[in-house]
């Protein structure tokens, strides 16, 4: 089983840029397809970004596609979520998300088929 933890959000203003990371334990990491998604106030967890176990295969969500860019170090057991350009609707608190996969698999964009969660941490982008 394995233990995810987030960290690098917080306040910025329209246009700025923010990295999110996400540090696991417990568990194999490569082991898990891995991605991120994001929550606001009043809204459905929703899909932000996924990638596959080894980092061949990402997905984006077309809100987040050209802004963000997800990358993975499995000898750091340490996925990551550059965030530029950032805008007021990106405000929400962001998930790290992991499921076991086959080596090229991408991460579900359903909530309930993930088996992992970390706690989330909030961004909040000021306009």
């Known amino acids: 089983q394995v233990q995810l933890v987030e960290s690098g959000g917080g306040l910025v203003q329209a246009g700025g840029s923010l990295r999110l990371s996400c540090a696991a334990s417990g568990g194999t990491f490569s082991g898990y397809a891995m991605g991120w998604f994001r929550q606001a106030p009043g809204k459905e967890r929703e899909f932000v970004v996924g990638i596959s176990r080894f980092g061949r295969n990402t997905r984006y969500a077309d809100s987040v596609n050209g802004r963000f860019t997800i990358s993975r170090d499995n000898a750091k057991n340490t996925l990551y979520l550059q965030m530029n350009s950032l805008k007021p609707e990106d405000t929400a608190v962001y998930y790290c998300?992991?499921?076991?996969?086959?080596?090229?698999?991408?991460?579900?964009?359903?909530?309930?088929?993930?088996?992992?969660w970390g706690q989330g941490t909030q961004v909040t982008v000021s306009s």
């Open positions: 998300a992991a499921k076991v996969a086959s080596p090229y698999a991408r991460l579900p964009e359903i909530p309930n088929e993930i088996d992992y």
